[in-house]
């Protein structure tokens, strides 16, 4: 094949393949538009290992000499297979072709093989559907490469900027332009031009994927469950089966929970980032652990329809019955701390535990401070709506 037509073959490659692709899942993703406005739930976060295959034809552009003196524009191709570390970062090999017309027609064509791993930074696929540019992923690729030119390896790096836009409402399709610079490290060992060879690409990137998931549609089929009517009483688009705040509004990834700062709340309980810390012996709280407390308040007043059971446990040290009167004084305090600070009797209750259920070993000093503690239960109970 002449290399003099290669511009004009790949421009026409580029459109093709562009068609190809909008065309081939438009009926597919019509009908998923529609599953979607019935179900209108935000995707689910990336998950570790997610595989998406790209490819990039383009031209190639030389912007230095002596490659810019001996041959014209070209073209290109290359493909990816990037795996998902998290949500903003893929990891994956690539490889490049790259072939350029001499001027000459005498002359043999400049031709380069490029291989190597990628890290891809991006806006994550999975954006809210009512982020107003969830649409939109620009990226950016870095990439350390073995080159062969010719009969010669050289090392090279490249540097790559794009913007994806989904095809489709399940975005398994994803299309838009990109840049790429590649640098070429030369060396005069082998008799051959020292200059290092600086090439631009320019082209359209198809990436091709998992569907996302939703978070309603995965969590019913893994009940194996209809959801197309969850409720979703704080309208933050997660049903309230899996809301592990359904009374407030919270983000995906948070499980439908307002973000705290010393406390994460999971299905079954309130989980403390910090300690309660109660005087040597006593049931008295001490002041550092004002703002921990302070903020279950603001979390149970969030949620009118968590009740919670307080959860007091003690080390080993000291007779039994000194144990369960400290642990159920202390449970007791945290208590009437929350109800002081507005939060009804009603929704409160209080347990000690003694030493019977240690979270670590009482033979060290370090397992047993960890023993005196004070847990949170949360109960989930259902408000009357008024329909009863």
Same mark, same amino acid.
């Given at each position: 094949?002449?290399?003099?037509?290669?511009?004009?073959?790949?421009?026409?490659?580029?459109?093709?393949?562009?068609?190809?692709?909008?065309?081939?899942?438009?009926?597919?993703?019509?009908?998923?538009?529609?599953?979607?406005?019935?179900?209108?739930?935000?995707?689910?976060?990336?998950?570790?290992?997610?595989?998406?295959?790209?490819?990039?034809?383009?031209?190639?552009?030389?912007?230095?000499?002596?490659?810019?003196?001996?041959?014209?524009?070209?073209?290109?191709?290359?493909?990816?297979?990037?795996?998902?570390?998290?949500?903003?970062?893929?990891?994956?090999?690539?490889?490049?072709?790259?072939?350029?017309?001499?001027?000459?027609?005498?002359?043999?064509?400049?031709?380069?093989?490029?291989?190597?791993?990628?890290?891809?930074?991006?806006?994550?696929?999975?954006?809210?559907?009512?982020?107003?540019?969830?649409?939109?992923?620009?990226?950016?690729?870095?990439?350390?490469?073995?080159?062969?030119?010719?009969?010669?390896?050289?090392?090279?790096?490249?540097?790559?900027?794009?913007?994806?836009?989904?095809?489709?409402?399940?975005?398994?399709?994803?299309?838009?332009?990109?840049?790429?610079?590649?640098?070429?490290?030369?060396?005069?060992?082998?008799?051959?031009?020292?200059?290092?060879?600086?090439?631009?690409?320019?082209?359209?990137?198809?990436?091709?994927?998992?569907?996302?998931?939703?978070?309603?549609?995965?969590?019913?089929?893994?009940?194996?469950?209809? *959801?197309?009517? *969850?409720?979703?009483?704080?309208?933050?688009?997660?049903?309230?089966?899996?809301?592990? *705040?359904?009374?407030?509004?919270?983000?995906?990834?948070?499980?439908? *929970?307002?973000?705290?700062?010393?406390?994460?709340?999971?299905?079954?309980?309130?989980?403390?980032?910090?300690?309660?810390?109660?005087?040597?012996?006593?049931?008295?709280?001490?002041?550092?652990?004002?703002?921990?407390?302070?903020?279950?308040?603001?979390?149970?007043?969030?949620?009118?329809?968590?009740?919670?059971?307080?959860?007091?446990?003690?080390?080993?040290?000291?007779?039994?019955?000194?144990?369960?009167?400290?642990?159920?004084?202390?449970?007791?305090?945290?208590?009437?701390?929350?109800?002081?600070?507005?939060?009804?009797?009603?929704?409160?209750?209080?347990?000690?535990?003694?030493?019977?259920?240690?979270?670590?070993?009482?033979?060290?000093?370090?397992?047993?401070?960890?023993?005196?503690?004070?847990?949170?239960?949360?109960?989930?109970?259902?408000?009357?709506?008024?329909?009863?």
């Amino acid at each position: 094949m002449n290399l003099r037509h290669l511009p004009a073959l790949l421009a026409k490659f580029v459109i093709v393949g562009a068609a190809l692709l909008l065309l081939t899942p438009t009926a597919q993703a019509q009908a998923q538009a529609q599953e979607v406005k019935k179900q209108p739930r935000n995707p689910v976060p990336a998950q570790l290992g997610d595989f998406t295959l790209i490819i990039q034809p383009g031209l190639a552009i030389p912007l230095s000499a002596p490659q810019s003196s001996l041959y014209n524009i070209g073209g290109g191709q290359t493909i990816k297979g990037l795996w998902t570390l998290n949500k903003y970062l893929d990891l994956g090999p690539s490889l490049t072709f790259i072939g350029l017309p001499a001027h000459n027609p005498q002359a043999a064509a400049g031709t380069a093989w490029t291989f190597g791993p990628s890290l891809r930074v991006k806006r994550p696929h999975d954006m809210p559907d009512n982020d107003k540019y969830y649409t939109l992923s620009p990226w950016m690729d870095v990439e350390a490469l073995y080159v062969r030119t010719g009969p010669v390896n050289r090392p090279g790096f490249s540097a790559a900027a794009g913007l994806a836009m989904p095809v489709g409402a399940s975005r398994t399709f994803w299309l838009g332009p990109f840049a790429r610079y590649l640098h070429i490290f030369q060396d005069d060992s082998n008799g051959f031009d020292d200059h290092d060879a600086k090439i631009l690409s320019v082209g359209v990137s198809l990436e091709m994927g998992s569907s996302i998931k939703r978070e309603r549609q995965a969590e019913a089929f893994a009940a194996g469950e209809d *959801c197309n009517e *969850c409720p979703d009483r704080d309208g933050d688009g997660i049903p309230d089966d899996i809301d592990h *705040c359904p009374d407030v509004a919270g983000p995906m990834d948070n499980w439908g *929970c307002p973000v705290y700062k010393k406390i994460v709340i999971k299905r079954d309980k309130l989980e403390l980032r910090e300690k309660i810390q109660f005087d040597w012996d006593k049931a008295t709280l001490k002041e550092e652990s004002y703002p921990v407390l302070d903020e279950v308040v603001v979390a149970l007043n969030d949620n009118k329809a968590f009740r919670v059971q307080v959860d007091g446990h003690a080390s080993a040290e000291g007779t039994d019955d000194h144990n369960q009167t400290l642990s159920e004084q202390r449970a007791e305090a945290v208590l009437d701390y929350l109800a002081s600070h507005g939060i009804s009797r009603d929704r409160l209750v209080s347990k000690g535990f003694s030493s019977s259920e240690p979270l670590a070993s009482n033979t060290t000093e370090e397992g047993r401070e960890t023993n005196r503690r004070v847990e949170f239960v949360v109960y989930f109970i259902i408000l009357n709506d008024g329909s009863n």
